[in-house]
């Protein structure tokens, strides 16, 4: 593992291991509403048969990636905005182990969906600037 790997391992332990003593935590959570029941109607009526036939197949794949993307663009500004301030927060996915557990602690209800579990706090050691591995290592044109 390299010197970066090993620091940032230590970071995620510290972290589980002292959780109890994070100033603040964030949990952004979603709920669907159902939506009026002539919504979608009209573009509803003009798909095919087998086109309904494929939208009815993916329906739950199709309203967990909308939720999300429209919550994960706030999530990541409330991480940008605590880095403003001078504080540490990071995107983690510790709920999705124990669910139940968070939402019984936080009284969220069941149909409530949990997206991320965010510790915001003052960051310990050295908090310059980040690095980015190249555009060019990460952006791809046309194909993979």
């Not at 159902?34 to 036939?53: C, N, V």
């Not at 409530?112 to 591995?133: D, E, L, T």
């Amino acid at each position: 593992m390299s010197p970066a790997g090993r620091g940032l391992r230590r970071a995620v332990d510290y972290q589980r291991d002292h959780f109890d003593e994070t100033p603040a935590v964030i949990v952004p959570c979603y709920s669907a509403r159902r939506p009026p029941r002539d919504a979608g109607r009209s573009l509803i009526g003009r798909m095919s048969p087998g086109d309904l036939l494929r939208l009815g197949t993916r329906i739950s794949r199709i309203s967990a990636l909308t939720e999300a993307s429209s919550i994960y663009p706030g999530v990541q500004n409330l991480v940008l905005a605590a880095r403003a301030l001078g504080l540490g927060a990071n995107i983690t996915q510790w709920h999705v182990f124990l669910e139940h557990e968070w939402k019984s602690a936080l009284g969220i209800p069941r149909e409530v969906n949990m997206y991320a579990v965010m510790p915001v706090g003052w960051p310990m050691g050295r908090f310059g600037p980040v690095s980015r591995r190249p555009a060019s290592e990460v952006i791809h044109r046309d194909r993979w």
